[in-house]
């Protein structure tokens, strides 16, 4: 008989600063004479920007699956395409499809653990919101940023507009949230060993993503980010079991992705799972 069981999460938490105009798009719900072309997205209740975590964790993926050379074998719409393990054998070999889930279709239905990988959304941090509030900005909290389409052959140009969240804005706390599960009774039971290195896939999304871009025209400058301020944290099962055990904190306080991923967090986290 399978199981699956949850040997605890792992909470990495930190800020996100936009180190160049950052766009993410939103809806901009009619059609306005003199309109911006390309509204960012907004919290309905209060109009200010956030980072959503789909776009955080379909980035990551999106980095990743090129990095592993994934087959990009599923249409998702018109215009994109993403990777899909098809079978237990590709689910099995595939650390992004372990971290970030699959549709437990076909083959795979019954074969699958759950998602591993939680990101939420981030907003605006307290100091980066009173910072936007003074500042001189074109809309509420934002920048409009004017581009100029040139015609290759007659050279007419079409000027654009678009919104950006102004660089050296900064939102927090950003948390993403990570479970370690073992399985049993298959034939394919995992051990703690190989979850923690789906963690280690986790961190190396990110680091990928601060030398790409976040949202849309990063070719043309936009969406440079960088993780800081980054705290990591284990909450072991009997977290949940016994309100007066304590989380682990592993490492040091304030560090960056870079550092973050050299450090040994695999032996913190199997002693507190092991009891050591």
Known sequence: MESIKLQGRIILKG??????????????GELDIGGI?????????????????SSLRG????????????DL???VGRDVRI???KTVEEYKKCPVSQVFGVAPTQELRG??????????DTFLTDESLAALDKADTDTDFTEIKTEVAIDRITSAATPRQQERVPAGTIFGPMQIIHSLYTLHGSDHDNTLEDELNYFDTVLKGMELLEDDYLGGSGSRGSGQIAFGNLTLTFKSRECYE??????IPIGDENTDIATLRKLDYKTTILKAINGE
């Open 59 to 70: 980035k990551m993926r999106g980095l990743l699956d090129r990095h592993y050379g994934n």
């Open 15 to 28: 800020t996100i600063e936009a180190k160049t105009g950052l766009h993410i798009g939103g809806n901009s």
């Open 111 to 120: 074969k699958t653990m759950p998602t591993r990988l939680i990101i939420r």
């Open 242 to 247: 016994d309100p007066k055990v304590p989380l």
């Open 83 to 85: 990777h899909e393990s």
């Open 73 to 75: 074998n599923k249409p």
């Open 37 to 53: 072309d390309n509204p960012i997205i907004r919290n309905a209740f209060n109009r200010q920007p956030y980072i959503p975590g």
